[in-house]
């Protein structure tokens, strides 16, 4: 069984850091490629960050280029995302999420399996 677990969220001042994890069991990390995907109040989930599984080539959104990073340590089964000089239009629920592919997309409706979210909340 797929499961995704993500953690790290918190509440940060802008300009702040944060790390969030997502620890993945169920499946091989070469046969799957991960988004981090967000969702604020009143808005659409939107993607952040994207990693293919094969090669690890990051993709980003261009709101978070060049702030967020997105990594795979594939001995923990788990992928992070870094996240620094935050903005109070981060703030959302973060998920990560697993598709059966070795390319990732920005597309949510294409990865078949959700984490639970976590809280990002970035005060100004």
């Known amino acids: 069984e797929v499961q995704l677990q993500a953690s790290g969220g918190g509440l940060v001042q802008a300009g702040g850091s944060l790390r969030l994890s997502c620890l993945a069991s169920?499946?091989?990390?070469?046969?799957?490629?991960i988004g981090w995907f967000r969702q604020a109040p009143g808005k659409e989930r939107e993607g952040v960050s994207f990693?293919?599984?094969?090669?690890?080539?990051?993709d980003y959104v261009d709101s978070v280029k060049g702030r967020f990073t997105i990594s795979v340590d594939k001995s923990k089964n788990t992928v992070y995302l870094r996240m620094n000089s935050l903005k109070p239009e981060d703030t959302a629920v973060y998920y990560c999420?697993?598709?059966?592919?070795?390319?990732?997309?920005?597309?949510?409706?294409?990865?078949?399996?959700w984490g639970q979210g976590t809280q990002v909340t970035v005060s100004s």
């Open positions: 999420a697993a598709t059966k592919s070795t390319l990732a997309t920005r597309h949510a409706s294409w990865y078949e399996f």
């Open positions: 990693i293919d599984s094969a090669d690890g080539n990051p």
């Open positions: 169920g499946f091989i990390f070469d046969k799957y490629a």
